[in-house]
């Protein structure tokens, strides 16, 4: 009795201890290895394909069987069962024999509306606008040509300086102004002969005094000056030199009772009203360059607009450059000559297919556009540029101000390759180009047979 | 000898245990000591030459100053490979040592043979050593964040420069702080060049006047009043007015001409190479503390973070650092999960004791073992400067099964003679019955202990990756077994003869023995009349594993499950800074989304630190991860698609069902509308023509059932479906049978390659999941990226770019390829201005000018650096921005002609766009690209490797891919190291085969007994290879060290077995009785029979022992698993086996020797 309720006891705490010990392991269990989750997972995965394997059926035959699995957004991938693209996670799909035909024949890239989300990508269109080619270049001030007068001494001999009454550079002129007097002992001789001339009443003299007359008329004395000199007792003992224009003197040449033999040149007169404003072009811009292109001047910060209105025709050994000249108005006289300023010239180009910069892929041997066929379907295109890092010619409004705007947006020409009105892709260019890479579809473009002239980004322009 | 030392002990008890303890002792100081690391330190002896360049090519850096170097140090003794990276602007020359160099030996002969092949490179080169320490030292990353807006990245980036990196320098074992991120501030000189051509001032002077007015002077001692001065002439540059102010000339009269009448002087940021994004929600400025060679990771980060807090109250107010990366939590987690992995081992083996001796002291006293085997380990790995991590700790948890056996054995033993003395005996008598029984099995188990602590030794062998990783686990596992085998001859039978006393149970009492006996004895007696049938049915069980043994996968080492992911997807190169920001931060955003996330830290590019060879176009990001406890259960695989499907018909239901409802659609319409992705069974349905609307009405049923209920409040919801087809739906969920979604957490691989891989999916640039400390080591290996890869070498790199990209098309459409992104060689672009000297002859400038000018005004040139009391920023001189961002406005940059005149760029040279190396990679001196393979998820690397070179060599053979002679290709990366393992495996296995038949050869005297023995190892692998193959573990080193554990015990087992059976037959023998096969087959029953209490204490000890690593998933549990699976399973095997098969081999052997 006693033995038996002992082997009772210890059978039920062995059985207690087994039951809590196997409560315990499966607890501690991961689910993998607890026996239903196993057998779950046994009936899930790969288990009866090893089955199947082991009683000859290998495991390609059992899954591949002839049904390939592809993804319609990446034609090159093609497995063997389904799951998802390694490239988009899209759900692989049976491949039908229509698309084992002609898949890959297309070379865009199909992109999620996920992908192009978190690519960022966005979209131009191709349009024909007016654009303009921007030349920056120094310029310098300089006064009109065609404005400048010289005063020289044109009395004959030597002449002494009497009197300068415009008396230093840069002093303002007007026309008739008186600007030096001269002393000429030729001049007070004249003056004697003619008044003798005249006294003697000669009439067979009358063509000495002709010439005489001349001579003082020449020298810059009017007609009822040289009249008064016939009864006159004093002899003018200076010649009065009158500006000729009313300007600014630019270059004083003597000084106050200096002596100048006849064709000194003693003063230069410019009107700088209208001032000519230089600037310097390399020769390999002038194609761009032509008469009437507006530029815009900007001097000591302040902008000013014109047109180009002379191309000097010779190239300036020295600098290797070719002047441009534009005239410009300066009453306020603000502009002075030899002033340093930057120009900047725009070279319209009107109603030219453009596409935004960013838009354009340059590889180093070719230029590639995305072109957007909606539907997430992008495929490159190969296009030819023409001119390059144009402006758009709708400048901000502002004034003087506007001319250092320089967040402008700015394009390319398209010569070929695109059509108006098609969609390209302008950001996130980079991520689809690689994309298109780990794809192969650059690969698949036309094979590459360019010359060199069309690898270099100047052939072009 | 084993007999004199166990008398020795009984003779001297006092002296024992006062030994005894005192080694416990030494042994819990040992624990408290002793360093922690995640993992053994397992990079390679590594020595960096960094140089930079500033501007230069790559191709330039290559030719110059990479290749040069790259050579004379293959020359260096012991050296391994040396790699070559040239960047743009950057050579990188990586040296790598033969395992076991010293590492301050190999660096101070690199600095020698650097002396020597600084003649060969440019003079202004510096070639510098990088730090001691390797990649795998990135313990700790933190952010510097500003929390109330208060400063720009700028000045973030330059407290963190030149603060927070020199205090955290200062911490013992910190090799290098290196920043990433936020702006490096410089002033930037920004010439008009316009200016500069009228006041006539070359733009080199413009350099040199700068340079000239940067300086403080020191006038010596001056005397004055009795008082000594200091005279000192200050003028450095100390703010932008100081550098404005600079004068470039004076003219005659005196009037100055100053930095800022041809110049704008403003503060700004330099170029970047790498970007640095938190969580998605802007730059932040982040370092890397990069630990000392051999220092120990913990200590490391803990004393950078007691740094960081006594830093902290000093920082700008609002400015705090915050780690991103901290490895401490992953070694801590390892730890415990080792330790307690321990403990419960300890436990169990304790109770086993318990439940077959019936006798609490008697099972303490086996148990005592336990500990004091582990304490003594610990003392040795001390000595030797072992540190504790996952292989150390998990070497002791392999061993705790086996430790415990010798003693088991021993009091059970003991028991037996107690119990035939009776229960009334004196003390003498039981300290001889303790004496006798310690004699009779001690000498077999000790060397049975012996043979599993040799077996194990020929893991030494292992070398490289596999060595640096099981030595510490052989190290431990060896002193844990050998103190063990120690003890039981010493301090056991002491302890036996103590404690072991009182009411023993006889053996026939035990109701665990008498089940055991029970189930045993009919089994063996139908054993003992099939023989043959038996021996064929064994031999028959192991040719049929042979089938499980082929469809193992096979893996180099099993993930380590680090919490933490590196994510580091990869684009083509040429990725200009301000795309790599925004794709980054869309990146990061969407990583953050994860509840599994913790945080994000984003890097695309370099850090500044040369152990980091990271290209622009490669984001590194690391994303920690909350504890896998709280990871949320979601819908996964197909569940997950279903849900999805929800989604996607709700936005149907709004966007298109509204218009085009009864309009046929195509599935990729509809996809490309809604931007969801479609089912295979919805798609099915839409090619065969169903309109949309029945569709959707069809497709509840086709969902589980708490997603039907939701659709129906999705449909109702949404408003734009009529009523009554609301109501057909509800209609159509009522009557479908559904099976519930199954809801559970993800594992991680699921986790990355399934959700994370699903959700992120940037065109251009494949996801790539990987852990930092796994990545690292193989980066600091191979040299690349990922787990796996081809290396493909050769000479020229743009044969080497074709070769590469037609892999990596061929590679794509392999099954299993998760992502493929070969390394373009030449995919850089580059904008050449090729100038031309017959030109710059007529102008008459030369060559330097012209590539001067190049430098200073389109790049920007570093003149000099001011020196503002702890800050030093540089100073940059360049055109401005708006007459360089274009190649139509380069050509007007100008150039000084010796007339004077300037020249542009234009009329000297051609400006041509071309592609070439973005880096040139080379390894000893032959140029290489890589191209690195992820693989997805439960694919293991040999299986993939061996479908990929197929399909590799496939294409060879049908002329799609060409190999020039001078090029070759491998598997590099963790298939490496696989192979190298194999190839080491196939000597490794032979000699622990023959160092167990030598040991046993020695202990039995005969070679019957070492055959039968040997014979039953095989079917030890049986087992193993079945659980193996069931638990989906792939054959990897860890299996494979596993397996030689599996020999030394098997063996054991088998010897215990032979000792009865020797021993009941010897006992007939004397007796006289063994005369007949009836006679043998009692002798045989009896010794395997009644006997089975030990054998089955032996086997459930060490097999119980193991299991408790197999129901865990803490951090580093699953090397741990690999390695017991087959221990465990080949235990469980080889325990049938031996009490079946081994009887019958005795059987079969012994008739002859009575019948004779």
């Known amino acids: ?461 | 000898m084993i007999r004199f030392i166990i008398g020795w002990c009984l003779n001297n008890r006092l002296l024992v245990c006062a030994v005894s303890i005192i080694v416990a002792l030494m042994g819990a100081w040992s624990l408290s000591r002793i360093s922690l690391d995640a993992v053994p330190d397992l990079s390679d002896v590594q020595v960096i030459i960094s140089s930079e360049w500033m501007g230069r090519d790559s191709q330039t850096i290559e030719d110059q100053v990479t290749y040069p170097l790259a050579t004379s140090m293959l020359a260096v003794p012991k050296v391994r490979d040396v790699r070559g990276y040239s960047f743009f602007g950057q050579s990188f020359v990586y040296v790598i040592f033969e395992d076991g160099t010293d590492i301050y030996w190999a660096r101070s002969r690199v600095m020698e043979y650097l002396n020597q092949a600084q003649t060969d490179i440019p003079k202004d080169v510096t070639p510098t050593l990088g730090p001691d320490a390797t990649g795998l030292g990135w313990v700790f990353i933190y952010t510097v964040e500003d929390t109330k807006n208060r400063y720009n990245l700028g000045e973030i980036r330059a407290l963190q420069d030149w603060y927070i990196r020199y205090q955290l320098l200062s911490v013992p074992g910190v090799s290098e702080v290196a920043s990433f991120g936020g702006d490096v501030r410089q002033y930037q000189v920004t010439v008009d060049p316009a200016k500069l051509l009228f006041y006539k001032i070359p733009l080199q002077n413009v350099a040199d006047a700068i340079r000239k007015s940067n300086n403080d002077v020191g006038g010596e001692i001056m005397e004055l009043g009795g008082t000594e001065f200091m005279v000192r002439g200050r003028g450095y540059i100390k703010g932008i007015k100081d550098l404005e102010n600079v004068v470039l000339r004076s003219t005659l009269d005196g009037t100055p001409t100053l930095l800022k009448d041809v110049a704008l002087v403003t503060m700004g940021a330099q170029t970047k190479r790498g970007v640095a994004d938190k969580d998605g929600k802007g730059e932040v400025v982040a370092g890397i503390v990069v630990a000392r060679y051999g220092a120990n990771a913990l200590d490391v980060i803990n004393g950078v973070k007691e740094k960081i807090r006594k830093i902290s109250p000093g920082l700008p107010e609002g400015i705090v650092v915050k780690p991103a990366y901290d490895r401490s939590g992953l070694i801590n987690r390892a730890i415990k999960t080792l330790k307690s992995k321990l403990i419960e081992e300890m436990i169990i083996v304790a109770l086993v004791t318990m439940l077959f001796l019936w006798h609490a002291r008697s099972a303490l006293v086996a148990s005592i073992t336990l500990p004091l085997g582990v304490l003594t380990a610990f003392i040795i790995m001390k000595f030797m400067g072992l540190g504790a991590n996952i292989m150390s700790l998990g070497g002791i948890a392999v061993a705790i099964g086996a430790m415990v056996d010798a003693a088991v054995v021993m009091v059970e033993n003991t028991h037996k003679h107690l119990e035939r003395l009776g229960p009334e005996t004196d003390e003498r008598e039981r300290w001889s019955a303790v004496y006798n029984a310690s004699m009779e099995v001690g000498p077999a188990l000790f060397f049975s202990l012996i043979i599993i602590t040799v077996s194990f030794l020929p893991v030494f062998a292992l070398e490289d990756q596999a060595g640096r990783l099981f030595k510490p686990l052989a190290y431990t596992k060896t002193f844990a077994m050998g103190a063990s085998a120690i003890l039981a001859i010493t301090l056991i039978p002491v302890l036996i003869g103590l404690f072991v006393k009182g009411n023993i149970p006889p053996e026939t009492k035990n109701p665990v023995s008498r089940l055991l006996i029970a189930i045993y004895k009919p089994i063996i007696h139908l054993a003992l009349r099939f023989r043959k049938s038996v021996m064929a049915l064994a031999i028959l069980a192991l040719l049929f594993t042979y089938i499980p043994y082929l469809k193992l996968g096979s893996e180099f080492m099993p993930p380590l499950q680090e919490g933490v992911i590196l994510y580091m997807p990869t684009t083509v190169p040429g990725l200009p800074v301000a795309e790599a920001t925004r794709v980054l931060q869309v990146e990061d955003r969407l990583l953050k989304q994860f509840p599994e996330v913790k945080s994000v830290l984003g890097k695309i590019g370099r850090a500044n630190t040369p152990t980091d060879p990271a290209p622009l176009n490669m984001v590194e990001t690391h994303i920690s991860l909350i504890p896998e406890d709280d990871w949320p259960e979601r819908i996964v695989e197909d569940g997950y698609i279903q849900s999805l499907t929800l989604k996607m018909i709700d936005r149907m239901l709004s966007e298109i069902a509204l218009k085009d409802f009864p309009k046929k659609e195509t599935a990729l319409q509809i996809e490309r509308k809604s931007g969801w992705t479609l089912n295979n069974w919805i798609r099915e349905e839409l090619t065969n023509g169903k309109p949309l609307s029945a569709i959707l009405l069809a497709l509840p049923g086709k969902l589980g059932k708490t997603v039907s209920a939701d659709l129906i409040s999705y449909m109702k919801s949404s408003g734009h479906l009529p009523d009554e087809h609301i109501e057909k739906a509800v209609e159509a969920l009522k009557d479908f049978p559904v099976p519930p979604v199954a809801m559970r957490k993800t594992t991680f691989e699921e986790l990355t390659k399934k959700e994370m891989n699903r959700i992120i999916s940037i065109p251009g640039m494949p996801n790539w999941w990987l852990m930092p400390i796994e990545t690292r080591i193989g980066m600091l290996t191979t040299g690349m990226k990922g787990l796996l890869g081809l290396k493909i070498r050769g000479e020229d790199l743009a044969e080497l770019e074709k070769i590469s990209l037609d892999v990596e098309k061929i590679l794509s459409s392999v099954p299993g390829t998760l992502a493929v992104s070969a390394e373009r060689a030449m995919g850089g672009r580059y904008l050449d201005i090729d100038l031309n000297r017959a030109r710059l002859a007529r102008y008459g400038i030369t060559m330097e000018d012209a590539q001067n000018v190049i430098e200073a005004a389109i790049g920007g040139k570093t003149i000099t650096h001011t020196i503002e009391g702890r800050y030093r920023f540089p100073v940059n001189l360049r055109y401005p921005r708006e007459l360089r961002d274009d190649p139509e406005k380069l050509k007007r940059v100008l150039l000084t002609a010796s007339s004077g005149a300037l020249i542009p760029l234009t009329a000297v040279s051609k400006i041509v766009m071309r592609d070439g190396p973005p880096m040139i990679k080379s390894e000893n001196g032959l140029l290489l690209t890589n191209v690195p393979v992820d693989i997805e998820a439960g694919l293991d690397i040999g299986t993939y490797v061996k479908r990929a070179q197929a399909a590799i060599d496939k294409a060879i053979e049908a002329g799609q891919l060409e190999l020039p002679t001078g090029y070759y290709m491998e598997w590099s990366g963790q298939f490496q190291f696989m192979e190298e393992v194999d190839k080491k495996m196939k000597v490794i296995i032979p000699v622990t085969l023959a160092v167990i038949f030598l040991l046993l050869f020695i202990n039995f005297g005969n070679l019957t007994d070492t055959l039968i023995i040997m014979l039953g190892l095989p079917f030890s692998v049986i087992g193993g290879i079945w659980l193996v193959y069931w638990l989906d573990y792939n054959m990897s080193v860890a299996v494979a060290v596993g397996f030689i554990a599996l020999a030394g015990l098997s063996a054991e087992t088998g010897v215990v077995m032979l000792v009865y059976l020797n021993m009941a037959f010897e006992n007939k023998k004397k007796e006289g009785r063994m005369r007949n096969w009836q006679d043998l087959k009692e002798s045989v029953v009896e010794g395997a029979v009644m006997r089975i209490r030990p054998k089955a204490l032996v086997v459930s000890c060490l097999m119980l022992g193991l299991l408790p690593v197999m129901w865990t998933t803490g951090v580093g549990s699953r090397p741990m698993q690999r390695m017991v699976a087959p221990m465990i399973g080949g235990l469980i095997s080889s325990t049938i086996l031996t009490l079946i098969v081994i009887p019958v081999i005795y059987s079969f052997v012994k008739k002859t020797d009575a019948t004779d």
């Open chain 1, 1 to 461: 009795m006693n033995k038996k309720k002992n082997t009772r006891l210890i059978s039920t705490a062995v059985i207690t201890a087994i039951l809590g010990a196997s409560i315990f392991v499966y607890s501690h269990t991961p689910n993998k290895l607890r026996f239903y989750d196993a057998l779950h997972l046994w009936m899930h995965k790969p288990a009866v394909a090893r089955v199947m394997s082991w009683i000859g059926l290998s495991e390609k035959t059992v899954l591949a069987g002839k049904k390939v699995y592809w993804c319609p957004m990446h034609p090159q991938v093609n497995r063997d069962k389904p799951g998802p693209c390694p490239i988009c996670n899209m759900q692989l799909v049976e491949m039908t024999g229509a698309e084992a035909g002609n898949k890959g024949d297309d070379n865009s890239i199909l992109f999620t509306p996920r992908q192009l989300q978190q690519a960022g990508v966005r979209y131009a269109t191709v349009k024909r606008m007016t654009l303009t080619r921007e030349i920056e270049t120094t310029g310098i001030v300089d006064a009109d040509e065609r404005l400048l007068k010289t005063i020289s001494a044109w009395a004959p001999g030597k002449s002494r300086i009497e009197r300068l009454f415009a008396n230093f550079t840069g002093a303002t002129v007007r026309k008739g102004q008186p600007l030096i007097s001269i002393y000429n002992p030729d001049f007070i001789n004249t003056q004697e002969e003619y008044r003798l001339l005249f006294k003697s009443g000669a009439k067979r003299l009358s063509p000495l005094l002709k010439s005489v007359e001349a001579r003082l008329m020449r020298w810059g004395i009017s007609k009822a000056a040289i009249k008064k000199f016939r009864n006159n007792e004093n002899i003018m003992e200076n010649i009065t030199i009158y500006s000729p224009i009313s300007g600014t003197v630019i270059e004083r040449m003597v000084s106050q009772g200096q002596y100048v033999t006849e064709g000194t040149p003693l003063m230069k007169l410019a009107d700088l009203s209208r001032v000519w404003i230089y600037g310097e072009i390399y020769e390999n811009e002038l194609p761009l360059i032509k008469a009437g292109m507006p530029i815009d001047v900007s001097v000591q910060g302040k902008t000013i607009k014109g047109k180009i209105n002379f191309i000097d025709p010779v190239v300036q050994i020295d600098s290797r450059t070719v002047r441009v000249r534009f005239e410009v108005s300066n009453k306020n006289g603000l502009l002075k000559p030899g002033m340093f300023a930057s120009a900047r010239i725009r070279a319209d180009a009107k109603d030219i297919l453009a596409i935004p910069e960013s838009a354009a892929i340059f590889t180093g041997r070719r230029v590639i556009v995305f072109v957007s066929e909606g539907d997430g379907a992008i495929f490159p295109v190969e296009v030819t540029l023409g001119r390059k890092w144009l402006y758009a010619t709708e400048r901000a409004k502002g004034g003087k101000g506007d001319f250092l705007l320089k967040s402008e947006e700015r394009y390319h020409e398209i010569l070929s390759g695109l059509d108006e009105d098609e969609e390209v892709v302008t950001s996130a260019n980079f991520l689809i180009a690689a994309e298109a890479q780990f794809q192969g579809a650059l690969k698949k473009m036309a094979p590459e047979k360019f010359s060199d002239s069309k690898q270099d980004p100047d052939a072009g322009r």
